[in-house]
């Protein structure tokens, strides 16, 4: 069986009209793809690198629309390590520990970007502040992580030191805000438990 080459063998991004064309090729594309139409949606939104990171942010959840539609079915466990692997290979990253940390904690900050957002909400609970603090200190674990690999002066150490306080104190803030909703689905249930008895 083939499989999709490693993005590291050119390491460059892809030209606009080629991200175009694989986005019409999923169906999420309806421009016509030329060079003038591009040119016109880059002026409107900042410039040609903002835009080709706007198809290529596309091209990404229209990917991942198919990976949830094609991941619904049952896989083994093993089958399932070999089809998320494909998806490190394909970037580059397998077999690469320092390339792998930063790849995961690259997907990890499209993930806390909106936790944040969430958490800054009027409605914002404690199970969303704490996911958001629990983003935030795992982000800073990959960080050190990834610069652990490569610590070499006392820079890089303070460097780690101050991740690691920031990780501390976020993950305990995560637990603070848990600790605060245990409480209150405690006393939910010891009242649930009372009611039932006096009935």
Request: net charge negative.
């Amino acid at each position: 069986m083939s499989t999709p080459s490693s993005s590291s063998e050119t390491d460059q991004p892809a030209a606009v009209d080629q991200l175009a064309t694989a986005l019409q090729a999923l169906g999420h594309y309806r421009g016509t793809n030329t060079a003038d139409e591009h040119a016109a949606a880059a002026e409107r939104i900042g410039g040609e690198a903002v835009y080709r990171a706007y198809l290529a942010n596309a091209l990404l959840g229209a990917a991942q629309l198919e990976a949830i539609l094609n991941e619904s079915g049952e896989f083994d466990a093993e089958q399932r390590t070999a089809v998320y692997l494909q998806q490190q290979q394909t970037a580059g990253v397998a077999g690469d520990q320092t390339s792998m940390l930063e790849f995961l904690r690259w997907q990890l900050l499209r993930l806390a970007s909106p936790l944040r957002e969430t958490a800054q909400s009027e409605q914002a609970g404690p199970v969303q502040v704490a996911a958001a603090q629990t983003a935030e200190g795992l982000d800073r674990l990959l960080s050190v992580s990834a610069a652990s690999q490569t610590l070499t002066e006392q820079a890089d150490i303070d460097s780690v030191a101050e991740q690691l306080d920031t990780a501390h104190q976020a993950l305990s803030s995560a637990a603070e805000n848990i600790d605060q909703l245990r409480a209150l689905t405690e006393r939910a249930r010891s009242g649930s438990d009372s009611g039932s008895s006096e009935s």
